[in-house]
């Protein structure tokens, strides 16, 4: 037995057949830049773990399958009520399975949080300008993701049936509907028919739980495979520079504080479902296409669509023998089309618009880029204006006004606003970058007065907390002594280590 | 004993028996004349099989009685077609059947309610509750003769009647400012202008199906009142209110389905009274106290409630777990 | 291989050694002790957190219990390691250098001449070859989409042009109840469909119709249409035609039909056009009429594709 035990042993013979030893010294030493802001695409990573963790457990006890059968559960308003089969299989996971509420509104709570999260790190990520060269791809591969998240989310949450989401079901057949050419044959070859058909659940399952959560989890793998490959990028700061990254080692430091992220985000998802009730289907009732409430609305992340439409003035062309519902095809698949492609290309446009063929591994501050942050503000305000919008009913209702007066002033409200955003963001963005140590706390002036009655003033030291030591950033130490040698510094001589090691060579 | 004694003590006698036995008499009489007239009603329009009987008699012993408001349908809340009738001195007391059955305050009650409807009606509906001016020709409110009761009763209780605010589009509900009780007195004053029906219906909810509640109320109800009875606000200016308001009551919800109130269509012949029944009984148990076994239930009005917890306790508060991880710049 | 060897081929590379009092290995905290303790504290609290849940799970306690021990526990647990390896583990900082991606110019010059050359040698001599097989797989990616898209279901064809209302078809509603002349007072609603379509979701979906008695007295919509809503009942599609949703709010006093997915109005009078909102067309009216037993029955069936607009949709409403 070697001097380093039973560990050495195994790194020996793992490192034999796989050759890992080398490269995995490299990985435990790899650096990661500690700031907060950078633990956002986490959040993402590990919603999606809570998502595959509580869906395998959803897919063991849902049919997919829109067979209409009688039900006969415990839930007394649904007694002997004809449902489809998917939708009870729903209500008895709700009620039947033990801790199958739980699990479902786990899963619904963490699919709502994962497109959140990536939503957040991608703000993250535009406006300190972590897309440009070497990382354009990552972000094609990120906004990708963003997409089938928001259709996996979508069709996720159309699988139980209900009468809500098989409103939102109708509304997406008619979306596609609207696209001209192909549009009714695109429906008629996913629905197998005419809306509702029989096919469309059984169809939307296989979508949800293999081909997007496959396609997710290759493109998460390029994610992260290019993020250790290109290495993190930082902020500007004390010992950073374009060719180095400073921060906190991967063993054992982020190891542990990221996998005590995982639990974390699973403990909070976890709460949110065992206290918040999310998608109580069994209220909503079983899905008949002539019944509908009133009030309904796609789960947040669809919720731009849904305004876009709701404020869409009713423009349909009709002509030559043929018909082109703008009122449907501009809102909801020309506007997000623009909207993602315009987020694909990015990095291409500001590429183009800048001139800047540099490798860039340092961060801008926002302030620092004015043009680019009041481009994303304008955009993030354009889609907050659209969220509102899709709540134009419950708006009207609160404040009690009428709801076409609210719908129009949504009307006024997606082209002013906006405009506004990028104009005051820019605005704050040349002050603060005109402003002499903004973001660090100011220290206080004493203001002398002499004898003559002139003022002078004189900068206060600064408070005992304000100021901190930080040390030069160094290499990840190779060896570290845990005993050291009773006769002092003589210790440190890489031929003869106290704890006796062969000699490790890089 | 001297005759004369003998003589008038008998005529005692005589006087003593003649007063309580003539009132007897009248008694027994005036009785007769009110019961045999009721019961003989009584007996003409139900038999064992609880079917109608001798009806046309029937409903025309009721008076003259302005059927305006209800579809011919069977069991639809129309007396003509009502399992239960009860007629009594040309004036409708009660009709229905087992599912709901619907009274009439008694006639007495209106001059009661007279003075009630002056004080508190009259300014905007007319002092002949036909909406015309008391002092011209001009009208000023809406003309309330042949509403029938339950209509009254309808708005009165639920407080949105006298309105506070006229130039409101619909009057609102709020606390009520006449008890149940004088809701029915001036209820039976307006009848006794022009009687009408609906009457006031009482739901009988024991052995109500709410899983056929629950489905009709999906089909009938949740496109205004939102399927978990939220309610929310309509077109110009007008709002389906809210159903999970515990002060709704299972008889105001079978008035409002029957009458029709404001913007709300009037479900007469479409619905029977067994299905108006079923959907009183799931409003006043599933959607008044929503079993919510998934936790808080955050107000019933679904997904965008739900983004806001996700966006701001969710992510939000993740990042704020973030912002304590790591280091700030 | 012996050590000997191994160092033979490999570099050397001086090894400074740090001591446990590096500060660079240092606590972050001030108070090392006293933060373990509080950590401590934390994981004997998750662990009693998860060993409830395992007992909520097990007796079957109400879900909040389960969820409220499982997320506890968890989250204890995470908060515990988290904060040991921020106020307990090395922060550094460290530094590890960024090795440039980029290979060296040769080595872009070697990787971009096999590419041209090669394929040059290919394609200048076989470039027969080349183009058969490039027109192969164009093929072969053209036929592809014949599974992987015609197979999964029909062409619409005429399917979405016409619905199941025929000439004398009987108005049912959900029960399959039929409709006389005194069933719905004015202001009344109610939905139809089709006799014997009641029940099957196809046809509820497209069939759906709503049924309205505006007044007492026959209703004309529109020119042309005089004898389509006899005794003032009026049936309209209940799909409307902006994206489908059952419009089945209706304002008695206003005579508007709302759709309530995105506000729609429709005015019931005169022949459902839209007074405000997204929606483009008119509902199509379906024109009735009452049979010698007094039932409700349809004249014909719609004059148009009932619901939201499509490219193949012809039909355009004038009124």
Known sequence: ?506 | MPDARRRQVRRTQRRRLLLPGGLLAIAALGFLALVVPAVSAQASTTDKTGKTTTLGNSIKSCGSLNLKGVSTAANSGNPVTSTRLVCMDGALILYGNSSITYANPPASFAAAGKLLFDQTCASCHGSDANGVSPTGTATIGPNLQGVGTATVDFWVTTGRMPATDIAAVEAERKPPKLTNLQALEVAAYINSLDPSVPAVPTPHLKGANVANGASLFALNCAACHTITGAGDALAFGTNAPSLQDKKVTAQQVAEAVRIGPANMPRFSGNLSDTQVRDIVAYVTTYIQHPTNPGGAGLGGVGPVAEGFIALLLGVGGLALICFWIGERA | MSDDEQETTRTRVPMPIATLSDPHLGDAAKHPSRVEGIIALIFVLGIVMTAGFGAAYWQNWNPWIIGGTMGAGLFLLGFGLTAWGKYLMPQGPFVEERHVLAGSPEERGAMSAALVERSAVVVKRRKLLGGLFALGAGIFGIVAIFPLLRSLGPVPGTSLDRTDWRKGSLLVDSNGRSVKRGTLVVGGIMTVYPQNFEYSPNGQATDQTVLIRVQDSDLVTAPGRETWAPAGYVAYSKVCTHLGCPVGLYEQQLELLVCPCHQSMFNVRNGAVPQFGPAPRPLPQLPLYFDSDGTLRAQTGFDQAVGPGFFERTTTEKL
């Not at chain 1, 830049?33 to 633990?39: I, R, Y």
């Not at chain 1, 829109?66 to 009520?81: A, E």
């Not at chain 1, 921060?247 to 639990?263: D, E, H, N, Q, V």
């Not at chain 1, 876009?308 to 009713?314: K, T, V």
Request: charged share 15%; glycine share 10%; aromatic share 12%.
């Open chain 1, 1 to 506: 037995m070697g001097p380093y035990g039973r560990v050495g042993q195994v790194v020996d013979e793992l490192d034999d057949r796989l050759g890992i030893a080398k490269g995995g010294r490299v990985f435990l030493d790899k650096i990661f830049p500690d700031h907060w802001s950078f633990m956002l695409g986490e959040i993402a990573l590990y919603s999606f773990v809570v998502l595959i963790a509580t869906g395998i457990f959803l897919a063991l006890y849902f049919v997919p399958s829109t067979n209409q059968v009688i039900y006969h559960g415990t839930y007394k308003p649904l007694r002997g009520q004809v449902v489809s089969e998917a939708y009870e299989s729903t209500v008895n996971i709700s009620f039947a399975v033990r801790g199958g509420l739980l699990v479902r509104q786990m899963h619904h709570w963490a699919a709502d949080i994962f497109v959140g999260s990536i939503v957040v790190h991608m703000a993250r990520v535009f406006f300190t300008g972590a897309f440009r060269k070497p990382r354009e791809t990552n972000w094609l591969i990120g906004t990708t993701m963003l997409i089938l998240a928001i259709l996996e989310g979508f069709i996720g949450y159309s699988l139980p049936d209900d009468l809500i989401s098989g409103t939102g079901l109708r509304i997406g057949y008619s979306i596609a509907e609207s696209i001209p050419f192909v549009g009714s044959y695109l429906t008629s070859f996913l629905w197998g028919g005419t809306f509702p058909g029989n096919v469309i659940i059984e169809r939307f399952y296989l979508i949800h739980v293999f081909i997007i959560p496959l396609a997710i989890a290759g493109l998460l793998a390029a994610h992260l495979g290019l993020l250790v490959r290109q290495k993190h990028t930082q902020f500007k700061g004390e010992g950073r520079t374009e060719t180095n990254v400073v921060g906190s080692p991967m063993f054992p430091t982020f190891m542990a504080k990221t996998t005590g992220f995982l639990f974390m985000v699973a403990g909070a998802t976890a709460l949110l479902g065992a206290f918040a009730q999310i998608n109580p289907i069994w209220q909503f009732g079983s899905y008949d296409p002539s019944k509908i409430s009133y009030a309904v609305q796609p789960d947040w992340y669809m919720g731009w669509l849904d305004g876009a439409l709701r404020i869409m003035p009713s423009w349909e062309f009709a002509g030559w023998g043929h018909t082109v519902p703008l009122e449907v095809f501009l809102p909801a698949v020309v506007f997000p089309g623009l909207i993602f492609t315009i987020a694909l290309l990015w990095p291409a446009l500001e590429h183009r618009i800048t001139g800047d063929n540099e490798l860039h591994n340092l961060l801008d501050r926002p302030r620092d880029r004015p043009k680019r942050t009041a481009a994303g503000a304008a955009l993030f305000a354009l889609l907050f204006v659209l969220f509102a919008a899709s709540s134009t009913d419950v708006l009207a209702n609160y404040f009690h006004l009428s709801l076409n007066f609210v719908l129009w002033a949504f009307r006024v409200l997606t082209f002013v606003v906006p405009i506004v955003v990028a104009f005051v963001t820019y605005g704050i963005c040349r002050e603060m970058q005109g402003v002499q140590g903004i973001g660090k706390r100011k220290r206080a002036v004493i203001v002398y007065r002499s004898a003559e009655g002139e003022y002078s003033t004189v900068t206060a030291a600064p408070r005992p907390d304000d100021e901190h030591e930080e040390l030069d950033p160094e290499p990840v130490p190779v060896r570290i002594d845990i005993e050291p040698l009773a006769n002092g510094p003589q210790a440190a001589n890489a031929e003869s280590s106290p704890t006796g090691a062969r000699r490790v060579t890089r």
